[in-house]
């Protein structure tokens, strides 16, 4: 497969089931580089149990069927390991906590800014920044979250 062409993410054959109802029953979903998609369907079609699986939500193993990555079959078993690999989502309804800064927010779950088990505060703070920079938002990243 050429680059333009190959997937860089896929779901084939994904079966999912609470408590004995089927939730997904032989989901194939691909996406190409490039290429945004809609997810639609009526409440309780299974959307959102589609995006959990991709991102690790719902853990490899509880549910059958196979994701690939830029073609390499991956079992994810926490959102970590899926944003490791570049797969993350933007749910419809965030929750924040509003005693925490915006940058804390924007970095919550993430380890990756600091050494050991600490967060470096000065280094969540210049890439919340930098990003809300780059889109040209004017936000403060030192902001309680309840302040806006």
Known sequence: MTEDT????EALGIVKSFS?????RGIDFRVRRGEIHALLGQNGAGKST?????????????YDGTIR???AAIAFRTPGEA?????????QEIEVFEQLTVAENVFAGQTSLGSGFTVSQR???ARAAALFRDFGLPINPKSLMASL
């Open 69 to 71: 990555v830029n073609g």
């Open 6 to 9: 190959a997937f860089v993410i």
């Open 50 to 62: 589609l995006v959990k699986i991709l991102n690790g939500v719902h853990s490899a193993g509880s």
């Open 20 to 24: 004995g109802v089927q939730a997904l």
């Open 123 to 125: 280094k969540m703070e």
């Open 83 to 91: 944003r490791e690999r570049g797969v993350a989502y933007v749910p």
